[in-house]
T-cell receptor, first 115, second 114 residues
Framework: AQKITQTQPGMFVQEKEAVTLDCTYD???????LFWYKQPSSGEMIFLIYQGSYDEQNATEGRYSLNFQKARKSANLVISASQLGDSAMYFC????????????FGTGTSLTVIP | DGGITQSPKYLFRKEGQNVTLSCEQN?????MYWYRQDPGQGLRLIYY???????QKGDIAEGYSVSREKKESFPLTVTSAQKNPTAFYLC?????????????FGQGTRLTVV
């Protein structure tokens, strides 16, 4: 079974500061992919970043980076230099080599950037 | 522009009525998904389809039905058997079932039972 846990229902960050959103996962698959999505108030889910379980380096995409610690089964999202437009819900998700027919999502973290 | 189009954006339904949510994609993706989102519960999978004329139940399929007659279309019907249909519904697609392929989402449909 696959499970994604996001323990931070809400987070606040000062504009221009960095923030880390936590994500832990549980899976029986040996190979899997981890994803982060942003959901603004408009509702659409926007793909941010991907990390493969066998990738040796942490993924980065612009101001987004993924702190991947395989042994701890964690895949935290780091947003650097926060902007007001970063205020949104953030979801961690995964799909496995044997369960790749669906994505498993966490319950999300609401991020508010304070000016 | 390539993407996923969901319609309508807002939908109101009377109790006891069936209603169909539209989802169209022009990304040439094989896999399509329907998710339901309730506050504090993240996204839960209703149905998914990996190829035309084939679809599988997700975790909360009861009270819902789908069809996949064309690659680009994956409509979702919320039937009167769904006891609590008020929710935000998201349609998504991906190139395939590979673990390294992300899902692309539509704008969502907010369904309210009145």
């Amino acid at each position: 079974a696959q499970k994604i846990t996001q323990t931070q229902p809400g987070m606040f960050v000062q504009e221009k500061e960095a923030v880390t959103l936590d994500c832990t996962y549980d899976t029986s698959d040996q190979s899997y992919g981890l994803f982060w999505y942003k959901q603004p108030s408009s509702g659409e889910m926007i793909f941010l970043i991907y990390q493969g379980s066998y990738d040796e380096q942490n993924a980065t995409e612009g101001r987004y980076s993924l702190n991947f610690q395989k042994a701890r089964k964690s895949a935290n999202l780091v947003i650097s230099a926060s902007q007001l437009g970063d205020s949104a819900m953030y979801f961690c998700a995964m799909r496995g080599e044997w369960t790749g027919n669906q994505f498993y999502f966490g319950t999300g973290t609401s991020l508010t950037v304070i000016p | 522009d390539g993407g996923i189009t969901q319609s309508p954006k807002y939908l109101f339904r009377k109790e006891g009525q069936n209603v169909t949510l539209s989802c169209e994609q022009n990304l040439n993706h094989d896999a399509m998904y329907w998710y339901r989102q309730d506050p504090g519960q993240g996204l839960r999978l209703i149905y998914y389809s990996q190829i035309v004329n084939d679809f599988q139940k997700g975790d909360i399929a009861e009270g819902y039905s789908v069809s996949r007659e064309k690659k680009e279309s994956f409509p979702l019907t919320v039937t009167s058997a769904q006891k609590n249909p008020t929710a935000f519904y998201l349609c998504a697609s991906s190139i395939g079932a590979g673990m390294n392929t992300e899902a692309f989402f539509g704008q969502g449909t907010r369904l309210t039972v009145v």
